[in-house]
């Protein structure tokens, strides 16, 4: 075994860093560039309430516990606009579409989204999610 300060050590750490960083941006995905237009009519009520009862609160509920969550961090519940609004940057990276992204590592499994579903994810995530 080499000493920690061996220059082949040092490369092994570097590499270990770089491959652990690309693996989080991969997973964390792309912000989807989304904008709100001025005219945007998506609202909780019009839109966000039935998304996330589609798509997300299977996992991301307060009421779901232990492996019924799937992996979906305790933090990460969307059964209202204001726990919605607490983690507007994850949803875009994770669920939503813009011109920059097509974003569908969420949900994991069926139901899915359509890619129209997902742009209108992005324009209100961008909008703040009203």
Not at 25 to 52: I, R, V
Not at 119 to 124: A, C, F, I, M, Q
Request: charge should be negative; hydrophobic fraction near 35%; glycine fraction near 6%.
């Amino acid at each position: 075994m080499r000493a920690p300060n061996s220059p082949l050590w040092r490369l092994a750490l570097l590499a270990s860093v770089v491959i652990t960083a690309a693996c989080q941006e991969e997973e964390e995905g792309t912000p989807s560039g989304a904008m709100c237009p001025e005219d945007s009519t998506l609202t909780w009520d019009s839109f966000g309430k039935d998304f996330m009862a589609n798509y997300c609160t299977r996992c991301h509920a307060v009421a779901v516990k232990g492996s019924a969550r799937q992996g979906a961090p305790n933090d990460h519940n969307f059964e209202s606009g204001p726990l919605v609004r607490l983690e507007l940057d994850h949803i875009d990276k994770a669920a939503a579409a813009g011109p920059d992204a097509i974003n569908t590592s969420m949900p994991p499994s069926a139901p899915m989204p359509t890619e129209e579903e997902r742009r209108k994810l992005g324009e209100w995530v961008a909008c703040g999610a009203p």
